[in-house]
């Protein structure tokens, strides 16, 4: 089986045959809901004791986690694979690095901005820390940075316009399906739905791709919020350990990293969505081991 793994047929049978075959599953599956209805946006489990296991048994063990707090989601609208490495690596010629693949620092976000509907969770297992001091995640809640802007008058005009007014989210490549390459995602950046929704360059490109959504009201808010998030909002660091887990609320959080300097730095990234994803892509499962076999036999 390789590193990554597969969407299952039936994700939906296998997440109950998981919960009622697996007490542990179960009460995951229920501290985590209760936790995020309380209005935690993040749990760290600073040592999950999956790391001893070969890499298939780890990530079938990670994908029954990840099972019990959502479904789990394709990497992109072009690859099936369900996680993914987070590590510095070379990209092809003409294309820039992701987050996922240099190590400089990641910018304040909230993943699959460009989507209609993001999922609502996502997880990062620390494989390997970096051991420069570098690489630290960074946290930080919806709540807390409304409640920054709505301490001063310009922040909350900015508020306003942040809340109500449509931003152009910019869809990539590698993101693109029916609409397209080059397309937006019209949404504001601060609910209703999602409580966030935000990542800067996707933005920048969304403004260039469409100017006329580049107004002075929104683009001083945009400007404002950039501000407030690298000069006074409550930022929250924390370096996750070796064998750690971090599940966080990708609707009511932004998150990002410092740079670091450390190339063998290692985490798994999977992002899950509240409702089945019933994904049925045959030409990524065919001759691809069911997980279902993997995970219940």
């Not at 394709?74 to 987050?99: C, D, E, F, K």
């Not at 966030?196 to 469409?210: N, P, Q, S, T």
């Amino acid at each position: 089986m390789p590193e990554g793994f597969y969407p299952h047929f039936n994700e939906v049978a296998l997440r109950m045959t998981l919960l009622a075959q697996v007490p542990e599953l179960a009460d995951a599956h229920r501290r985590v809901r209760e936790l995020m209805q309380s209005g935690s946006v993040a749990l760290i489990i600073d040592r999950l004791h999956i790391d001893a296991f070969p890499v298939p048994v780890r990530n079938r063990l990670l994908y029954a986690l990840c099972l019990a707090v959502g479904f789990p989601t394709p990497s992109s609208q072009h690859q099936a694979t369900l996680l993914w490495n987070v590590r510095v690596r070379p990209v092809p010629a003409g294309r820039s690095a992701t987050y996922s693949e240099h190590s400089g620092e990641a910018d304040l976000h909230t993943d699959s901005q460009s989507f209609p509907q993001p999922e609502e969770y996502f997880a990062l297992y620390v494989d390997r820390a970096a051991r420069c001091g570098g690489g630290a995640s960074l946290f930080l809640s919806a709540d807390s940075l409304h409640q920054t802007l709505a301490s001063t008058a310009e922040g909350r005009e900015a508020l306003g316009v942040l809340s109500t007014w449509p931003f152009p989210f910019y869809i990539s490549a590698g993101e693109a399906g029916a609409s397209g390459a080059g397309a937006v995602t019209l949404a504001p950046i601060l609910g209703p739905g999602p409580a966030i929704r935000f990542r800067r360059d996707v933005l920048e490109k969304g403004f260039a791709a469409r100017p006329d959504l580049d107004t002075p009201e929104t683009r001083h808010a945009f400007e404002f919020l950039l501000e407030v998030l690298a000069r006074q909002a409550p930022v929250v660091e924390y370096q996750l350990p070796d064998g750690s887990i971090a599940l966080c609320d990708n609707h009511r959080m932004l998150h990002g990293r410092t740079g670091f300097t450390d190339q063998h730095r290692h985490l798994l990234r999977v992002r899950m969505s509240a409702q089945p994803v019933a994904v049925h892509i045959a030409s990524f499962l065919e001759g691809k081991e069911s997980f279902a076999q993997a995970v219940l036999s």
